[in-house]
């Protein structure tokens, strides 16, 4: 993610270093010259006891803000200054676009090619190590018997999804879709249904927010406590998922991906992730989704039933971002292991 000279941290750290310094000097001549009024005594101890307080203070606040510049933290929409620390520092595309190797050499040599594609679930966003995301576990438990390849696109849909299964360079063994309860999002706005922008800061005054957003510090601050700015984004997919007509246009774009595998006689396997934050609301998709892809002979592994047991902590990135955390990544590879063993073991006739 290019990131742009705001949030450059050696620019950043110059400009605070000598903000720091001009507000020290400032200071400590304003409260010099208030003490050469002040006759000699109690009253001007006080007068350098507050210049002394008045400095400390503010060496305090700029190390303070120098030191958050460093901390980072993934946020599930991005717009953070930590979230965007965490892009910088963890976030690495290959040559193709995707958070992935470069895979030239390595579909030369596998046994066995899994493609992996799905959106910010699949890519692995709040995912510091990308060792840690499911299609790389995955690729461990087999032991070295698969290349399992990581087309994940953040923020990507359906039908963004069965174009990068097209564009695919390689003919895989077998395909790993994974589905989000936001996937429906292009056949909803092709139905007339967008949703709303998100607006984040909402509930804090235009002048305090330009201030909080471009501080390090403020800006953690205010984010350390759950935040209900997706709320309407939430409620705008409990609503699509209920019109029969956007459904129909979704069951399409669906069906492609079977009519894909078939044709090409390439097993396909699909991945259906819950709303980690709320495992009762994905209810609204979930069995839809599974049912769809069951009719049709596909396979279908449905993480709402192997994760109701860990708590809403141990389901999600963290509690701004509800990405699926590293638990539940590992018991995804561990559920997809014996499923996708079936698949590439027996061959799939393809049918034109």
């Known amino acids: 993610m290019a990131q742009t000279d705001v949030f450059n941290k050696p620019l950043r750290l110059r400009w605070l270093l000598a903000l720091g310094v001009l507000d020290l000097a400032a200071g400590a001549v304003a409260i010099l010259a208030i003490a050469r009024l002040v006759p000699a005594g109690s ?6 006891g507050l210049a002394g307080t008045v400095c400390s203070t503010i060496l305090t606040l700029v190390a303070a803000e120098i030191g958050f510049m460093y901390v ?19 976030w690495h595309n290959n040559a193709a676009g995707f958070r992935e ?6 579909v030369a040599s596998a046994k066995k090619k899994i493609v992996v594609i799905g959106d910010s679930f699949v890519a692995g966003h709040g995912i510091a190590n990308p060792h840690d995301r ?7 438990l087999s032991q070295g018997d698969w290349l399992v390849a990581n087309y994940g696109l953040n923020g990507a849909d359906t039908r963004d999804e069965f174009q990068t299964l097209k564009n695919v360079p390689f003919r895989p063994d077998c395909i790993v879709l994974a589905y989000f309860g936001n996937d429906i999002r292009d056949a909803a706005v092709a139905a007339g249904q967008s949703p709303q922008a998100i607006v984040p800061y909402l509930d804090i005054s235009p002048r305090l927010r330009v201030i909080v957003t471009n501080s390090y510090l403020l800006d953690f601050v205010y984010w350390a406590v759950p935040r209900q700015e997706l709320k309407s984004w939430w409620s705008y997919y ?3 998922y209920q019109d029969p007509e956007i459904l129909r246009l979704h069951q399409e774009d669906l069906a ?12 396909l396997v699909v991945v259906v992730f819950p709303y980690l934050h709320d495992l009762k609301a994905s209810d609204i998709y979930v069995p839809w989704v599974r049912n769809l892809f069951e009719q049709s002979g596909v396979p279908v592994l449905n993480v709402q039933d192997f994760v109701s047991d860990l708590s809403k902590a141990e389901r999600v990135v963290n509690f701004n971002d509800i990405h699926p955390s590293k ?11 014996p499923l996708v063993r079936d698949l590439v073991a027996t061959p799939v006739a393809s049918k034109q």
């Open 43 to 48: 009253g001007r101890k006080l007068v350098s």
């Open 72 to 90: 980072s933290r993934s946020h599930g929409v991005g717009y953070t200054l930590a979230a965007k620390s965490w892009f910088k520092e963890h």
């Open 101 to 106: 190797r470069d895979l030239t050499t390595l």
């Open 134 to 140: 499911f299609s790389d576990q995955l690729e461990e």
């Open 238 to 240: 409990q609503v699509v």
């Open 256 to 267: 492609a991906f079977s009519r894909y595998a078939r044709s090409m006689g390439i097993p």
């Open 327 to 337: 638990v539940v990544h590992r018991r995804v590879a561990e559920k997809l292991l």
